[in-house]
C-alpha cells in the first residue's frame, strides 16, 4: 500500500513516514539489522536474516504495490530509522480480516514519537485495506511497547510464557494483543 506522511517529532525533526521502493533496499535492510541487534524483543537474531539487498527492495516494492499489506518506512534527514509493517494473518478467507503488526525503530531515535506514528500510520493502512481486528505479539517485559500499544487500545488476549527461547535470557514471555478496527 502506499502511505505519505510528514510529522513533526518531540525534538522539531521532521520525519518521513513513507512507503518503500526497490531503491530502499539497503538502507532498510541496514536499520532491520540494526535494530535486531540492538534489543532482546525481536524475533531474529541479526546472523539469522539472510535477506540480500535486492530482496529486501523486492520485499518492500511488493509491499507498495498490493492492496492490503504495507511496510512503512520512518525517515529522518534521509536516513531510515524505523520501519513498521502490516500482513495479512493467513490466506483463507476465514482469516482475511485481521492483520499482523510488526515495528522496531533504531534505539538512537527511541522517545521522539516515531514508534507511535508508525503503529497508527499502520492503523490507518489496515483500515483502508478493510482488516476488522489487528494483532500483535509481544514480550512481556518490553514496558515500552506494551504501553505504547494499550494505550492505542490493544488488548491482551492470552499469554505463553515460554514462547520464545533467547540466548541470552532463557524464556521470553509474549502477550497476544489485538484491536478490533470496526464495530461489527
Ligand atoms: C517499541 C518502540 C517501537 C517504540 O518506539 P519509540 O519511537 O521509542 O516510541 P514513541 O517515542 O512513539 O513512544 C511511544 C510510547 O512508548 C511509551 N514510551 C516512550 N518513551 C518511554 C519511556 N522512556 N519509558 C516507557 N515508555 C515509554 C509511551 O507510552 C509512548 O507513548 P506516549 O508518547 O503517548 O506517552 C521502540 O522502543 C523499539 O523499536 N523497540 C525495539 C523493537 C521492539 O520492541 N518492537 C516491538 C516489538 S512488539
Not at 525503530?105 to 485495506?129: N, S
Not at 509481544?138 to 511497547?145: E, K
Request: glycine share 8%; proline share 1%; net charge negative.
Amino acid at each position: 500500500m502506499k502511505y505519505h506522511q510528514i510529522i513533526t517529532l518531540r525534538d522539531g525533526r521532521k520525519c518521513v513516514l513513507r512507503n518503500g521502493t526497490k531503491s530502499d533496499g539497503y538502507a532498510a535492510l541496514d536499520n532491520f539489522i540494526l535494530a535486531h541487534s540492538q534489543t532482546d524483543w525481536l524475533l531474529s537474531y541479526p546472523d539469522e536474516i539472510s535477506f540480500t539487498v535486492e530482496e529486501e527492495g523486492e520485499y518492500l516494492q511488493k509491499k507498495t504495490d498490493c492492496d492490503n499489506e504495507a511496510e512503512i518506512l520512518a525517515e529522518i534527514d534521509g536516513r531510515i530509522v524505523g520501519t513498521a509493517g502490516i500482513e495479512r494473518v493467513g490466506k483463507h478467507e476465514k482469516l482475511a480480516h485481521r492483520c499482523d503488526f510488526g515495528v522496531s525503530v533504531e534505539k538512537d531515535y527511541w522517545g521522539l514519537g516515531i514508534g507511535k506514528a508508525l503503529l497508527y500510520a499502520c492503523i490507518d493502512c489496515a483500515k483502508r485495506a478493510g482488516y476488522r481486528q489487528m494483532e500483535l505479539e509481544v514480550v512481556a517485559d518490553n514496558d515500552r511497547a506494551v504501553k505504547m500499544y494499550q494505550n492505542a487500545g490493544f488488548v491482551e488476549y492470552g499469554r505463553n510464557p515460554r514462547d520464545f527461547l533467547s540466548r541470552y535470557s532463557g524464556y521470553q514471555e509474549v502477550i497476544y494483543m489485538r484491536l478490533e478496527l470496526t464495530e461489527d
